[in-house]
């Protein structure tokens, strides 16, 4: 059985979509499409059009989806949304939200 | 003298090229012809280095920066450009006949009026061909043009509009009339593919950021990528037969590899069971095939179109 506070990892080669990962989840390489992330870390892969809650962006790239919350730190921001709808194009990263 | 801009956003010099020479040919003359000064502009959402300006007379080109980050900067920053008519024309949307188009011109005598949609999109105004007053837009409150996620606290029935979207809200509500041209009449005068840069781009973003298998398992989810790869194919077979290049080539210069190889699109089309998704593709590939017919005949050329569809008896 596996423990409730074992990280869950995410590797290159998966596609996931319409699926919410929690605070134990990262991202390492994976695709995800119009997921939620809530609370985990996002090393690399790539978010399209989903909900990034909240977690941390810290790397990988962000195509089409909200930025509502959490925190970036490094990846591409190809364009996306922040949280009160409005489109942010290429390089206009939340760090400048 | 009014001032017309033609502009157009592309990622790719091949399929600028081809929408270059139809828009020079078919629209310039005819707006011209109506005494306004027409100029055309290509913005290189990317990369700007292969778009060879001597491939493109009497063009101004801009390229992606601060202030026209991306293709949605680009529609609010052509905004403020030198003119005083603005006609959106998307990279692979081709007008054929211009003095069609331009007949819509006198639209703009009723001062209500301030854009002309050429193609609809689901039967409502769209920004695929915008022909518009720019006095009327520039007066809205930025962002004007780019696209919005309304109610984003309720993703995902939040509401997703499309560029230009807001702005013909904004413009209904005040009063102002966007002329909208029906699907039957637009078809007629106009050659339409759909999403042939997002599929190029998507490959090049999703092989970078999650490797060619996840792109290779969302062309089997998501048949609009199937019928973007058609399109690809027909504008290549277009492309090659007028410039005797390769159209929408990878990094190694084969033929479509940047979009799905005549192998790659066969193979995925093989995959397809489903005896309604396939019938779907198959009225679209038909669309696609006479209109690539339409445009080749302006051309005055001979297209040789591989088939795709594992029915033998099928044309395309």
Same mark, same amino acid.
């Given at each position: ?80 949304? #922040?949280?009160?709808g409005?489109?942010?194009?290429? #390089? ?6 | ?13 091949? &399929? ?34 292969? =778009? ?8 101004? =080109? ?11 900067? =680009? ?13 959106? &024309? ?59 996620y309304e109610f984003p606290e309720i993703?995902?029935r939040g509401v ?5 979207? =807001? ?65 690809? &194919? ?83």
């Open positions: 059985m596996r423990n409730a506070q074992e990280p869950l990892i995410l590797l290159s080669g998966e596609l996931h979509t319409h699926r919410k990962f929690g605070p134990h989840t990262i991202n390492r390489g994976a695709a995800l499409f119009e997921c939620e992330w809530d609370g985990g870390l996002f090393e690399s892969g790539l978010f399209v059009g989903g909900l990034f809650r909240s977690g941390q962006f810290a790397g990988g790239m962000f195509l089409g989806g909200i930025f509502w919350g959490g925190s970036w730190v490094s990846g591409t921001w190809e364009g996306g949304f #922040d949280r009160t409005i489109y942010r194009s290429r #390089d206009d990263r939340p760090t400048s939200l | 003298m009014s001032r017309l801009l033609i502009a157009s956003p592309h990622r790719y010099p091949d &399929l600028a090229r081809l929408w270059h020479r139809f828009a020079t040919r078919e629209l310039v003359p005819s707006f011209a012809a109506l005494h306004l000064d027409v100029q055309v502009n290509i913005f290189c959402d990317a990369n700007a280095e292969q =778009f060879d300006p001597q491939h493109f007379p009497n063009v101004r =080109f801009t390229r992606s920066g601060p202030g026209m980050r991306d293709f949605m900067e =680009f529609y609010d920053a052509t905004l403020q450009a030198p003119c005083d008519f603005l006609l959106f &024309l998307d990279a692979d949307t081709f007008i054929l006949d211009g003095d069609w188009a331009s007949s819509y011109f006198s639209s703009f005598d009723e001062p209500r009026v301030v854009a002309v949609s050429l193609v609809p999109r689901d039967g409502v105004p769209a920004i695929f061909a915008l022909l518009c007053r720019v006095e009327s837009y520039r007066a809205l409150a930025p962002p004007v043009l780019a696209c919005r993703w995902p997703n509009l499309q560029p230009g979207d =807001f702005a013909a809200r904004e413009l209904a509500r005040a009063g102002k009339i966007i002329v909208n041209i029906g699907e039957e009449e637009s078809s007629r005068y106009i050659a339409n593919f759909r999403s042939t840069t997002g599929l190029r781009s998507s490959r090049e973003q999703t092989t970078l950021a999650a490797g060619n298998s996840v792109f290779w398992r969302m062309v089997g989810m998501f048949p609009e990528y199937l019928s973007a790869a058609y399109d690809n &194919l027909l504008l290549g077979c277009l492309y090659e037969s007028v410039y005797h290049q390769p159209f929408a080539p990878d990094s190694a210069g084969a033929a479509l590899g940047g979009s799905l190889t005549v192998v790659e699109l066969r193979q995925a089309l093989n995959e397809v069971h489903d005896a309604g998704q396939l019938d779907s593709l198959r009225r679209g590939f038909r669309q696609s095939h006479d209109n690539i017919l339409r445009l080749a005949r302006r051309e005055g050329v001979e297209l040789a179109i591989p088939s795709v569809l594992p029915e033998a008896s099928t044309a395309l």
